[in-house]
């Protein structure tokens, strides 16, 4: 069903970006490379962008009422630290923004439990324990498609690990557009890959960097200071060789390729010009490289983020304006969606 070709009126759609984070957890270098890097480059590029702090998403597991709050204004506060212009980009939280809920209530009753059930972030997130989780959680990917759908976005930038969710948006828009004989959603898609759509862990170079990995020496957080990243740095895993000069050379060494990976997309080059650069150089050469290049990106970042946190109005007017902004999108959207389906509206 994903494959259904894009009618001519599909090009009717203006180039249009979503995408979003759950406010859920500490921000690390994989949230930064993987996604925030290119929500900033998108940015520049001829396409409207919203950023989403997706609360609502958030609540499909237990947060901590208080600590969600943080966590929202961390987001926000890393989004803009990062380079998005609250001027170019709308940013705002989705539960600011009803309409997010309310065309979700009309996914629920696209999709179909079958589709539901084979998706393998609700398996992985639910455990062994699936009868305890929240109808929420199983629910979620129709809240994600809805999140998109709602401003007719055309184009979501996500990490490979979203793509199945983006292949079930594609699916909910055919679903919807056919079973009410319109051409009313876009069909989405997915921007992934790029240099670091895949930060590792820098204890072993096959497992994602993630926030809930139980040892903090596999990541870098955003919120790390210099000493910190330079010691994960160096305690990083590697092998004994000297580096390649070209990326095929980094075959079966996945945390050499990491790390190359991580200096490259910092300093916006390809690896290949990477190694062109540092290849025969020993890890003990390249380390304190990679350091300094990351200290030289990130503290910049942290220290903005610090600063935008100490005083949390700016972050709350700018998350005011883009709700706004976003709803003025939105409630049109929603409106024609509840026509088309036949609720009556007064
Ligand atoms: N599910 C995404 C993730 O965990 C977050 C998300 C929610 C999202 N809604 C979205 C991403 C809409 C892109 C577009 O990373």
Redesign the pocket.
């Known amino acids: 069903m994903s494959d259904a070709v894009q009618t001519p009126s599909q090009s009717q759609f203006t180039k249009r970006v979503?995408?979003?984070?759950?406010p859920s957890g500490g921000l690390t270098l994989g949230n930064y490379l993987g996604a925030v890097k290119r929500f900033v480059e998108m940015q520049q590029a001829d396409y409207e962008t919203l950023y989403c702090m997706?609360d609502l998403?958030a609540i499909t597991v237990w947060q901590d009422p208080e600590t969600l709050r943080f966590r929202t204004r961390e987001l926000a506060a890393f989004f803009i630290a990062s380079g998005l212009d609250p001027a170019k980009s709308i940013l705002f939280n989705q539960s600011a923004v009803p309409e997010h809920a309310q065309l979700g209530w009309i996914f629920n009753c696209v999709a179909r439990m079958g589709w539901m059930q084979r998706m393998t972030q609700f398996k992985d997130k639910a455990g062994k324990n699936a009868q305890n989780a929240s109808l929420g959680l199983f629910g979620y990917p129709a809240l994600?498609a809805a999140?998109?759908l709602l401003y007719h976005a055309t184009h979501?930038p996500?990490?490979d690990d979203?793509k199945q969710?983006l292949e079930l948006t594609r699916d909910i828009a055919i679903k919807f557009n056919h079973d009410f004989g319109v051409d009313f959603f876009p069909i989405t898609e997915p921007v992934i890959g790029g240099p670091a759509a895949r930060v590792m862990s820098l204890r072993d170079g096959s497992k994602k960097m993630s926030k809930s990995d139980p040892s903090d020496l596999s990541r870098i957080n955003m919120s790390d200071d210099t000493d910190t990243i330079a010691q994960k740095f160096r305690k990083a895993k590697t092998d004994p060789d000297a580096l390649p000069s070209e990326a095929d050379g980094l075959e079966g060494r996945p945390e050499a390729r990491n790390l190359v990976g991580i200096y490259a997309a910092l300093g916006d080059e390809t690896v290949d010009q990477v190694l062109a650069d540092v290849g025969g150089k020993q890890f003990s050469e390249f380390k304190p490289m990679l350091v300094d290049r990351a200290v030289e990106k990130l503290a910049p970042i942290s220290t903005e983020m610090a600063r935008l946190m100490q005083d949390t109005t700016e972050l709350d007017r700018v998350l005011k304006d883009g709700s706004q902004r976003a709803r003025a999108i939105a409630a049109p959207i929603l409106k024609k969606t509840y026509d088309i389906v036949g609720m009556l509206q007064s």
């Open positions: 979503f995408s979003g984070i759950q997706v998403h994600m999140d998109i979501v996500v990490g979203q969710h």
